[in-house]
């Protein structure tokens, strides 16, 4: 972003915006489903002169799909998406502003407001990511912008700031980090919406958009895969897509590898003469073999995680 777009007036301070989210095109797939999802955040948001907008909670497991079901309805709603990734250290300030040092001559100091502020002045997304992570004390600031009050205070600012009417509030959290997160803020948050793991349609469409270059293939190796995984223990239906997405990208990898030198050329490499790392086409030369090793190194070879 530009200084001049980002930087804005606040009183009798400069301040500087966060900048907003746009994923880039190329390492994204077709969005697929997530049909009723979309509705039920869409319809959360719905809002006017004497109605206000409401303030979804998407839970889920890790890999579900809940930052990118908010990319695609940030693109719906043609908003910008401001992103606050939530995690132990975050203070209660954090969410408002926070300072750096300048590197403008003359000043010392820069104030930075948040992703929550930036959206709620330009009447943007605010999505919070990870909201189970911060702890409760730090969510306090949040309680006034999700109710009627819509505003938020800055000790740093000196300034209270009221939510732009087109701003839109969303978080997220995993399911194992729902029950960390208090009554003030779970109460203030509807509707809460699980996001589960996609049906095998979805998975399969997801991979065949994943593996556009080997349409004829790709049916047999999306077969293969659900023997893999059921023979694995898992269950139909039961895999995130970033798993899916993950096992064929790693597949389409270690083909790679045979196609840009193989074993014998890695060898033979040196600073010289190094091996190279880019390649011309992904997802077009996977075998059934690729999808197996790759199927083995990350779910069969994986430690076990202990509770
Ligand atoms: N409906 C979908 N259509 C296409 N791709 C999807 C869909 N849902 C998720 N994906 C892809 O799956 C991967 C994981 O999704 P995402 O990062 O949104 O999951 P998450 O639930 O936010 O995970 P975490 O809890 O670990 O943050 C991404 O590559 C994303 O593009
Ligand atoms: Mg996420």
Redesign the pocket.
């Known amino acids: 972003m530009a200084e001049n777009d980002s930087k804005i007036s606040m009183r009798n301070k400069k301040v500087y915006q966060s900048e907003p989210f746009s994923p880039r095109a190329e390492y994204?797939?077709?969005?697929?489903?997530?049909e009723s999802e979309l509705r039920f955040v869409t319809a959360a948001w719905i809002a006017g002169d004497s109605s206000l907008p409401m303030s979804p909670l998407l839970i889920?497991e890790?890999?579900?799909?809940?930052?990118?079901l908010i990319y695609e309805l940030a693109q719906k709603t043609g908003r910008q998406l401001y992103i606050f990734q939530g995690h132990e250290d975050v203070t209660s300030e954090d969410l408002a502003c926070t300072v750096r040092f300048s590197d403008q001559t003359g000043s010392v100091m820069d104030y930075m407001i948040s992703p929550l502020v930036t959206a709620m002045y330009n009447g943007g997304i605010c999505f919070i990511?990870e909201i189970g992570k911060i702890r409760p004390r730090a969510l306090a600031l949040l309680v006034s912008v999700l109710d009627e009050r819509r505003y938020i205070d800055s000790t740093l600012l000196g300034e209270r700031i009221h939510a732009h009417p087109g701003f839109r509030f969303v978080a997220?959290t995993?399911t194992a980090d729902l029950n960390l997160l208090p009554e003030f803020i779970i109460s203030r948050m509807r509707p809460q919406i699980n996001?589960g793991y996609?049906p095998r349609e979805e998975i399969d469409d997801?991979l065949r958009e994943q593996c556009k270059g080997i349409k004829k293939e790709v049916e047999k190796l999306i077969d293969l895969f659900w023997m893999l995984w059921t023979d694995h223990g898992g269950k139909i239906g039961a895999i995130a897509?970033?798993d899916a997405?993950y096992l064929f990208g790693w597949a389409s990898k270690l083909s790679s590898f045979e196609t840009t030198g193989g074993p014998k050329t890695l060898m033979e490499s040196s600073l010289e003469k190094p091996y190279q790392l880019t390649e011309g086409h992904s997802f077009t030369g996977i075998r059934p073999e690729h999808l197996k090793q790759a199927f083995q190194k990350l779910f069969t070879d994986r430690p076990a995680i202990k509770d």
């Open positions: 994204f797939n077709k969005f697929t489903g997530r889920g890790p890999g579900v799909g809940k930052n990118r990511d997220a995993n996001i996609p997801i897509p970033r997405i």
